[in-house]
């Protein structure tokens, strides 16, 4: 069986399983027989753990669209694609202040690729933790918090089980798609998530695509999984992390 074919088929039984596990999915993935949760992955460039750690750290607090033209220009200065961690040392940290990043996510990026340089963290270890131990490692830098990591575990490592309690954009979603008379709190997300657990990704994609895809037609989305992982930073650990936009994007 082709890898396209076991691709299928996983999918077939990921949204079997929603659909007996939560009513509302059940209806949300019945009204969209065509949905494909990877389709936004091709509009992305490609990217390692560290590109998407750059790529939801250039988010952070900005619109999909302000988010889309740094990324663009940070990508001209690297020959069209994302830079490895010592690509970004090399460069005048002026230049991506000229391409609209701003000092303090400057710091971030170049304290990560430091990192990523001289030993203290490897790539692909990283990539091979659980995703708690994934969060634990990377959350102990200054501007990275929960929802740059859990971004980058849908982005990056394509983990299925991510959820994003504290991502606006999804509250948003989970209050429309679930007809409640008030925005959820973080707790009433992972207490409406802990049902579509081991896929709680699925689940994501399908909220935002039934909510907000509708309102953003006209505008072309690569980033439309990504934004949705765009929550607020907890204010004692990274105080302007992040601020969730309606998606497209996987923080």
């Known amino acids: ?17 929603l659909r007996n596990a939560d009513p509302v999915l059940a209806r949300l993935i019945d009204e ?30 900005l619109s999909v669209a302000s988010t889309r033209r740094i990324l663009g220009r940070i990508q001209a200065l690297f020959g069209g694609g994302l830079p490895a961690p010592a690509e970004l040392l090399a460069l005048d940290p002026a230049q991506l202040r000229e391409a609209g990043l701003s000092w303090r996510k400057i710091a971030t990026l170049r304290d990560l ?18 995703d708690d131990e994934l969060m634990a490692e990377l959350t102990v830098i200054p501007g990275i918090g929960p929802w740059t990591v859990q971004g980058a ?12 309690p504290g991502d606006l954009a999804l509250r948003k979603a989970i209050r429309t798609a679930y007809r409640l008379d008030h925005l ?32 953003e037609r006209a505008e072309p989305s690569p980033v439309k999984a990504a934004a949705a992982a765009r929550p607020k930073a907890p204010a004692a650990k990274a105080p302007a992390e992040g601020r969730s936009r309606a998606p497209r994007k996987a923080r």
């Open 1 to 17: 069986m082709s890898e396209g074919s076991n691709r299928a088929a996983g999918l077939l039984q990921t949204r079997s399983y």
């Open 32 to 61: 969209r027989p065509d949905f494909d949760p990877q389709a936004w992955r091709a509009q992305l460039p490609p990217m390692d753990l560290y590109g998407a750690l750059l790529f939801q750290v250039t988010g952070q607090q």
């Open 113 to 130: 690729a430091e990192r990523m340089t001289d030993g203290r963290l490897d790539q692909e270890e990283l990539s091979s933790l659980p």
């Open 153 to 164: 575990l849908l982005v990056a490592l394509e983990r299925e089980d991510v959820v994003l």
């Open 184 to 215: 959820p709190s973080q707790q009433e997300v992972l207490d409406i998530a802990e049902k579509w657990r081991p896929y709680r990704s699925l689940a994501t994609s399908y909220l935002f695509s039934a909510v907000f895809e509708p309102a």
